[in-house]
């Protein structure tokens, strides 16, 4: 599906900080043209240290990393095809907007006439109309991402990366900007590298996902996939909510939870093998008791622990004894049942909704 | 009236207006507590002397020079043009404007390196490094290049071998050298304090938006570092300006500079009137250039 090179190439790239701090660990991974990849990861993971790698802020100590086919090597940042979005955004306090934005034009020596209509253009981009003599200390945090995002579109770079561009805004604020940096994307057609340890963010926005942990790049693949074909216990855990119930293989396909139920789940792993269930709070099901639960289900009794009214959904936590409990999100539909704090019930799931991780 | 202005309205209202201004007026009260003992201070140990001093300035002197308080003439302010005064005025300022820009291309650099050392402990190690000169009397370190650049001096001896430079005691450069190392670390401080607090991911910026190193040092680098760079200068500048032991250990008679033109009106000369114009007028003049500085460069960032 792919013609010709990849957006960005990493290959077999390495960062050490002094002996003994493995900040990247071997990764490959390949970024197509036009697509919204996000780096996904806890802090510390090395997702950003690999944004800076390729914004050439940083040099890898093994590897080679290429931009559309071109070999960086050590080649200066100036001197790439790619801008940043930084996350404390990075604005010149002494320029006001307009040379905010036009500083990289400037830099290129873009004739005047033609550099004043890109600013224009990218200042109505990111709607700032009537801003562009302020200085970036009277702007809100939400206009001074706004104007680190234009900053570095006015260039129409090869690859945007952004660096936890949305993380010092509110909750709100945030959603919102998710939804228009998509639609930005969307409207210039450049590559984005999206750095975020915000799972949801990444789901919202990206094409594809690379989830990262302790320097290594663990999965890569479109925000289903990652959602729901998680390919091990951490990228099942950072990524969404989730259950999880210990126990053990019981036969192939069968997993005994630690207080005895057999229930059908994915897995790969051989008979006796010790393994986590986990499940999505959302394919969970509860019902009154076994004889309503369709056929080909797995079920276990339990009874409400906890319920919580969210108001579009209703979350619940069913005890079911020795062997944990499960975490429930049931839409709020009229013709759902509702069930109270200690209701004697049982929980039902499809087996192709529940994955068996080995320890 | 909507909700919102109820609301606003019922906040202000919540609290008493009178009992407010009680409590501002007692803000404003401790405030004058804390900054009394260098009020007072200030009052008796500079504002009153160099009031004294300008009074004198209009004093008229007896026959045998002391000062009379006793017909007040302008003859004191007047002789400021005279030629000799003119000629010494040009030589300090062209001095004190070298030894500024001397000690900035110095420091600066310095500075620079100091404040981009990963490890703080490093940092104050190299701070430290540039104080210690200050732990000895400035008289006695004074004395110490005048050995240096004396005949026999390492200095004078490596100009010679070299066969770059002669004696330099007694004349313009050894005073020049003189303030640069006196001045230097007044330089290195402010700078560094500038760059010390930089936020380096702009530089970081830069780059990335396509300027070179030196340009992202010149756009960059170098604009937010201002303040640190006027303040250092006014630092430098004004007191080498009345510089006076400096010159008068290693300059000799011929290279007098303000400083030591004033000391000879109220020692040798015996002329106290003429010493007050002179230190009046140079307090006006950094005063103007201080205000000026400040006012073109010293509010941006």
């Known amino acids: 599906m792919m013609d010709g090179p990849a957006a960005v190439g990493l290959h077999g790239v390495t960062k050490r900080f002094g002996e003994d701090v493995v900040a990247v660990d071997d990764m490959e991974l390949e970024i197509r043209d036009g697509e919204f990849f996000s780096l996904l990861g806890p802090s510390g993971c090395g997702k950003t240290t690999t944004l800076r790698m390729i914004a050439g802020l940083e040099f890898p100590t093994d590897g080679s990393v290429r931009i559309f086919g071109d070999e960086m090597g050590i080649r200066p940042p100036n001197k790439r095809p790619v801008n940043t979005v930084f996350q404390s955004y990075a604005l010149f306090p002494h320029m006001n907007v307009e040379d905010n934005v036009g500083f990289g034009l400037r830099m290129q020596k873009v004739d005047k006439a033609e550099m004043q209509r890109k600013v224009g253009e990218a200042i109505d981009l990111v709607r700032l109309q009537g801003m562009e003599k302020r200085r970036p200390n009277a702007l809100s945090g939400g206009q001074q991402q706004r104007v680190a995002l234009a900053r570095a579109l006015v260039n129409r770079p090869k690859v945007l990366l952004l660096d936890e561009p949305l993380g010092a805004l509110d909750l709100k604020l945030r959603q919102t900007m998710q939804l228009e940096l998509k639609d930005i994307q969307n409207e210039v057609g450049i590559t984005f590298v999206y750095v975020t340890h915000d799972q949801e963010e990444a789901l919202t926005m990206s094409d594809r996902i690379g989830v990262m942990n302790e320097g290594k790049l663990i999965q890569v693949g479109p925000s289903e996939e990652i959602y729901e074909a998680p390919l091990n216990l951490f990228v099942a855990s950072f990524v969404g909510e989730m259950s999880f119930l210990p126990g053990e293989i019981a036969e192939p396909g069968a997993v005994r939870l630690s207080g005895g139920e057999v229930v059908r789940a994915k897995t790969t792993s051989a008979p006796g093998t010790s393994v986590t269930l986990t499940l999505r709070p959302e394919v969970v099901h509860i019902f009154g008791d076994h004889s309503e639960v369709p056929a080909g289900r797995n079920s276990v009794a339990g009874s409400i622990a906890r319920r919580i009214f969210q108001g579009g959904s209703i979350f619940y936590e069913v005890d079911i004894g020795a062997s944990g409990s499960f975490e429930v999100h049931a839409e709020n539909l009229p013709s759902m049942r509702r069930w109270k704090v200690g209701d004697d019930v049982v929980v039902d799931f499809h087996p192709e909704a529940a994955i068996a991780f080995a320890e | ?301």
């Open chain 2, 1 to 301: 009236m909507t909700l919102l202005d109820e609301r606003e309205k019922a906040q202000t209202e919540a609290v008493n207006p009178r009992l407010e201004r009680k409590a501002r007026r007692r803000e404003s009260w401790r405030g004058f507590f804390h900054a009394a003992p260098a009020f007072v201070y200030l009052t008796f140990f500079f504002t009153l002397p160099l009031l004294v001093v300008f009074v004198f300035s209009f004093a008229s002197r007896s026959n045998t020079g002391k000062p009379q308080l006793e017909g007040w003439n302008l003859d004191s302010w007047t002789r400021i043009a005279d030629p000799l005064v003119r000629t010494i005025a040009v030589r300090s300022l062209t001095m004190a404007i070298a030894n500024t820009v001397l000690c900035l291309l110095i420091a600066y650099p310095f500075a620079y390196w100091i404040a981009t050392r990963a490890r703080q402990s490093t940092r104050t190690l190299l701070l430290i490094a540039v104080l210690v000169p200050f732990w000895s009397n400035f008289l006695v370190r004074t004395y110490a290049w005048r050995m240096l650049l004396d005949s026999d001096g390492y200095i004078t001896q490596l100009g010679e071998l070299t066969g770059l430079w002669g004696r330099m005691l007694f004349t313009a450069p050894a005073v020049f050298i003189g303030l640069v190392y006196g001045y230097l670390p007044f330089m290195v401080l402010p700078l560094y304090a500038a760059l010390e607090r930089m936020d380096w991911s702009l530089v970081e910026a830069g780059r990335d938006l396509y300027a070179s190193g030196a340009k992202a040092f010149q756009k960059i680098t170098l604009p937010l570092s201002k303040p640190g760079i006027i303040a250092g200068s006014i630092l430098v500048f004004i007191p080498s300006l009345g510089a006076y032991v400096t010159p008068d250990i290693l300059g000799g008679a011929k290279t007098n500079l303000l400083g030591n033109l004033i000391v000879t009106q109220f020692q040798a000369a015996r002329n106290w009137p003429f010493g007050s114009a002179l230190s009046g007028a140079i307090m006006i003049i950094m005063l103007v250039a201080t205000l000026v500085y400040f006012r073109t460069g010293g509010r941006t960032v």
